[in-house]
């Protein structure tokens, strides 16, 4: 029995098996779990003909399968469907981004892949190159000792302490006065240029002219490094205001006051006159400077007036052997420590002209402290006083010499003064370097050491050149026979 067309019809389309026509719309799903089929196939067919290391694995794109690329394109694949969804089930957020400046001004910046323009995922280097989409990764938590690298929370101390370490540091958080001038006076504290500068750079900018002047003329420090900074930025315009500002005027006039000393002959009158220079605006150093000229003069009003009064009177001795030349006022500071060392150098610490009471109200260095009075000592052939300048104790007891000078210069002071060769060698003798000692004994006469320095090398060729340089019949020529001819010293040559 033959069935009609519209019989056929409706058999095959109330069927339970839907028939394969070119029309229909194929399903998502079907398609890729039959093309997953065919490509496992064909790897079967593949695995079985050819060795598996011969063989490089490409998918249906030419692309080897195993690759990044690979990866990235069939997890896009398998999301696409997925990723449609929730894009029709939330709403779309706006991913251009925005970087927030926190009060520190710290950035912190992360990349991850986004999409691309055509929907499919982005490359590593399109996700750089592209600048209207960025996406955030959340940040993970930092150890608490690492918080503060990220959090400008520091202190004046800590801000410059990382300056000078070389870390992330923020200035901005100093905002009042106080807090700038603080960590100001931290960088001041710290004798770091650099930060210092840098520190000025900001309150230049956030401080208005007239306060950053005011600041800096009770901090001289900070001033110097601020000119030196206009300077090398060549803002002459700016340095033209700090130059006519009050501070400047202040500062002229009180050392063109100052000055006017020079003009006063009268000693009594000149000290009244420094005196009264003190209660001017100078800056901390200009301060101590004129303090120490006032407390000078008045010292030597004082000792001028006592030995004037000695050297009259006839019965002090040593104005009698050495008769001053000329009166210690107005005379510098070195010279004045070199007249006590002279005149007064045995007297005690409580009065006035005693070298050491000098040299505490004066701050004088150890080695100016040295060198001047050595110098006024050997000066008066007083070897027994530099005998002790050199002579130190230790703790348990023992007595050597020790200098705060090398014993170089010491020799050379000596030999100014004439010193004898006895106390020449002593000196030359405690001079560490072999080569200059023999070089200074040979210099001053001084055949003891050049003797003892060349039987201590064990050097019988220079013993035997310098035998022939010391007077025949000698007590110095008698002693290189007697080393000679001594066997027990293994002469290295």
């Known amino acids: 029995m033959m069935k009609s067309k519209a019989d056929e019809d409706e058999y ?6 839907k028939a394969f026509t070119f029309d229909d719309e194929d399903d998502e799903f079907t398609r890729l779990k039959e093309s997953k089929q065919a490509v496992n196939s064909i790897r079967s067919l593949v695995e079985e003909e050819e060795d598996e290391d011969d063989v490089e694995k490409v998918s249906w794109s030419g692309e080897p399968i195993g690759s990044i690329s690979w990866s990235v394109k069939e997890t896009a694949s398998s999301l696409r469907t997925a990723g449609d969804a929730r894009e029709q089930s939330f709403p779309k957020i706006n991913t251009t981004p925005s970087l927030p400046k926190s009060s520190s001004g710290l950035y912190h910046l992360s990349l991850s892949p986004g999409k691309g323009k055509g929907g499919g ?19 993970l938590r930092k150890p608490k000792s690492e918080y503060k690298d990220y959090v400008s929370d520091w202190s004046p101390e800590e801000t410059v302490q990382r300056m000078q370490q070389g870390k992330v540091f923020s200035l901005e958080k100093f905002r009042s006065l106080q807090d700038k001038l603080l960590l100001l006076d931290e960088a001041v504290d710290a004798h770091d240029g650099n930060v210092i500068t840098a520190i000025l750079i900001y309150l230049k900018k956030s401080l208005s002219k007239d306060v950053l002047f005011r600041e800096l003329q009770s901090r001289p420090t900070a001033l110097r490094h601020f000119i030196h900074y206009l300077t090398e930025t060549k803002e002459q315009g700016l340095q033209l205001e700090l130059f006519r500002s009050e501070l400047f005027n202040h500062l002229d006039t009180s050392l063109l006051q100052y000055k006017d000393h020079l003009s006063i002959k009268d000693e009594n009158k000149k000290r009244d006159f420094l005196k009264s220079c003190l209660s001017l605006p100078f800056s901390p150093e200009d301060v101590v400077h004129v303090q120490d000229h006032y407390t000078l003069l008045e010292r030597q009003i004082i000792i001028e007036a006592t030995d004037k009064q000695a050297e009259n009177g006839g019965k002090v001795e040593i104005f009698q052997k050495f ?12 010279t004045t420590l070199y007249y006590c060392c002279f005149y007064h150098y045995t007297e005690t610490e409580g009065t ?6 000098i040299r505490q109200t004066f701050r004088i260095a150890e080695k100016q402290y040295f060198m001047t009075a050595l110098a006024a000592r050997a000066k008066l052939k007083a070897w027994l006083d530099v005998n002790a300048l050199f002579t130190s104790r230790s703790w348990l007891g023992f007595t050597r010499k020790k200098s705060p000078v090398g014993f170089s210069r010491v020799v050379d002071v000596l030999q100014k003064n004439n010193a004898p060769v006895q106390v020449l060698q002593e000196y030359v003798g405690l001079v560490d370097d072999a080569e200059l000692k023999i070089s200074l004994a040979q210099k001053y006469k001084c055949h003891d050491i050049v003797i003892n320095t060349y039987r201590d090398l064990k050097d019988r060729q220079l013993l035997l050149g310098y035998r022939g340089k010391v007077q025949r019949g000698s007590a110095e020529e008698r002693k290189i026979d007697d080393l000679l001819s001594n066997s027990q010293i293994r002469w290295k040559n």
């Open 352 to 357: 006035y002209s005693s070298p050491a009471n």
């Open 323 to 334: 008769p001053r030349r000329a009166p210690i006022l107005n005379m510098p500071l070195i």
């Open 121 to 139: 995922f982005q490359s590593f280097s399109e996700s750089l190159s592209d600048s209207s989409v960025r996406h955030y990764a959340p940040e």
């Open 12 to 17: 095959w389309n109330s069927s339970k098996f």
